[in-house]
T-cell receptor, first 112, second 113 residues
Framework: DADVTQTPRNRITKTGKRIMLECSQT?????MYWYRQDPGLGLRLIYY???????NKGEISDGYSVSRQAQAKFSLSLESAIPNQTALYFC???????????FGPGTRLTVL | SQKIEQNSEALNIQEGKTATLTCNYTNYSPAYLQWYRQDPGRGPVFLLLIRENEKEKRKERLKVTFDTTLKQSLFHITASQPADSATYLC????????????FGIGTKLQVIP
């Protein structure tokens, strides 16, 4: 079984809709991250959480919110989706040394 | 402004040769630099991390160098194989723990049999 899972894997939605992307991990890591990847821009950090009570904004948090429901679960929400949020979204985890990140398989989101 | 550049969008190399990928940056002072591999449709996979006070790091056929004066990291794959074909990303981590991390757009490596 995969250590980091993301649901859904693909999603098409319309402008203005609320969307939630979910991430679960079985690695027992405290640290979890959300990134988006766009062609020609590379991965960009949206939010990160170092434990259940810790939430921090990343480089591009505007238009997004997160919830850390448990050590193993970290959800990303788009309150009102817009077309420029069309991207590939990745969840990642790391242990407290923060040396290596483990990425999920990604969610491809299209906002029409 | 801050910029991170990875050499060319694609690099083709003959099997058995050494592939060298470049990561250049300006206006950053990273504490750490990481290299990741990404296959199409999949999440990145961690390969190596090198600290600002380290010159070189090796792992099996992989070698990374880090020159903070030149603001450059070189990533080498020796005895390259077709299975090494993938996109390779470098990441600059300013503070450690990926709190302030910037990823490059990657270099696509194609190893030709």
């Amino acid at each position: 079984d995969a250590d980091v899972t993301q649901t859904p894997r693909n999603r098409i939605t319309k402008t203005g809709k609320r969307i939630m992307l979910e991430c679960s991990q079985t690695k027992g890591h405290d640290r979890m991250y959300w990134y988006r990847q766009d062609p020609g821009l590379g991965l960009r950090l949206i939010y990160y959480s170092f434990d259940v009570k810790d939430i921090n904004k990343g480089e591009i948090s505007d238009g997004y919110s997160v919830s850390r429901q448990a050590q193993a679960k970290f959800s990303l929400s788009l309150e009102s989706a817009i077309p420029n949020q069309t991207a590939l979204y990745f969840c990642a985890t790391s242990d407290n040394r923060g040396i290596e990140q483990f990425f999920g398989p990604g969610t491809r989101l299209t906002v029409l | 402004s801050q910029k991170i550049e990875q050499n060319s969008e694609a690099l083709n190399i003959q099997e058995g040769k050494t592939a060298t990928l470049t990561c250049n940056y300006t206006n950053y002072s990273p504490a750490y630099l990481q290299w990741y591999r990404q296959d199409p449709g999949r999440g990145p996979v961690f390969l190596l991390l090198i600290r600002e006070n380290e010159k070189e790091k090796r792992k099996e056929r992989l070698k990374v160098t880090f020159d903070t004066t030149l603001k450059q990291s070189l990533f080498h794959i020796t005895a390259s194989q077709p299975a090494d074909s993938a996109t390779y990303l470098c990441a600059l981590d300013m503070a450690g723990g990926y709190q302030k991390v910037t990823f490059g757009i990657g270099t696509k490596l194609q190893v030709i049999p």
